[in-house]
Nanobody, 123 residues
Framework: QVQLVEAGGGSVQAGGSLRLSCAAS????????MGWFRQSPGKEREGVAT???????SYADSVKGRFTISRDNSNNTLYLQMNSLKPEDTAMYYC?????????????????WGQGTQVTVSS
């Protein structure tokens, strides 16, 4: 049984930083595509960043240059370093694993999803 458990969310002022983590069990993080998505109340889920099995990363335009996705294969954990946070980054952030056909933030074709961690950025 695959489990993805996110952590690291919280409240921060604009311009601040947070680091999200996603611990995977029952799934080998290095073998497939993993990603981060987010959703705000009243909005559709939005892809943030993805990382493929070969380490290739892809980002939504709204976070390029501010967010960095990475993976630690030794402890089967996915990360999202978020810098220069803006109020519009406020959302529930979800970890996803095992994309079925495409490894890009614009594709939400993942088999497994975490429960989410809340990020709130105040101005």
């Amino acid at each position: 049984q695959v489990q993805l458990v996110e952590a690291g969310g919280g409240s921060v002022q604009a311009g601040g930083s947070l680091r999200l983590s996603c611990a995977a069990s029952g799934y080998i993080a290095s073998r497939g595509c993993m990603g981060w998505f987010r959703q705000s109340p009243g909005k559709e889920r939005e892809g943030v960043a993805t990382i493929g099995s070969g380490g290739i990363t892809s980002y939504a335009d709204s976070v390029k240059g501010r967010f960095t996705i990475s993976r630690d294969n030794s402890n089967n954990t996915l990360y999202l370093q978020m810098n220069s946070l803006k109020p519009e980054d406020t959302a529930m952030y979800y970890c996803a694993a095992d994309a079925t056909y495409a490894c890009y933030p614009s594709f939400s074709n993942f088999r497994y999803w975490g429960q989410g961690t809340q990020v709130t950025v105040s101005s």
